[in-house]
């Protein structure tokens, strides 16, 4: 079982940057495919992009494409959203996500279902 942390929420100006942060618990955070999800109000949750375990393969939903960069620190139990150029239409609350991928070192998930642990969530705001 892991734990997830966010961190790094807040307001920016469009044009901006941001990055968040989510710490994971326990000592087996390489094992584990990790997303990030983002959900506005009255909106369902979507994906935003996703990370293999062993961090060689990404994928990113189109509107971010370009503008957001997935990574992680195996060492440090710590999963990346680099965010840039923002927009006002990115606001929302950012949900990391993960799931043990044992088997499948390069494998990305990109829905909802497919992911077993969530955080609890960032705010992220961007002013027009």
């Known amino acids: 079982q892991v734990q997830l942390v966010e961190s790094g929420g807040g307001l920016v100006q469009a044009g901006g940057s941001l990055r968040l942060s989510c710490a994971a618990s326990?000592?087996?955070?390489?094992?584990?495919?990790m997303g990030w999800f983002r959900q506005a109000p009255g909106k369902e949750r979507e994906f935003v992009a996703a990370?293999?375990?062993?961090?060689?393969?990404?994928y990113y939903e189109d509107s971010v494409k370009g503008r957001f960069t997935i990574s992680r620190d195996n060492a440090k139990n710590t999963a990346y959203l680099q965010m840039t150029s923002m927009k006002p239409e990115d606001t929302a609350n950012y949900y990391c996500?993960?799931?043990?991928?044992?088997?499948?070192?390069?494998?990305?998930?990109?829905?909802?279902?497919?992911?077993?642990?969530w955080g609890q969530g960032t705010q992220v705001t961007v002013s027009s």
């Open positions: 996500a993960a799931k043990e991928s044992p088997l499948s070192p390069s494998i990305v998930l990109l829905t909802t279902v497919q992911y077993k642990y």
């Open positions: 326990g000592r087996t955070f390489s094992t584990y495919a």
């Open positions: 990370i293999s375990r062993n961090g060689a393969n990404t």
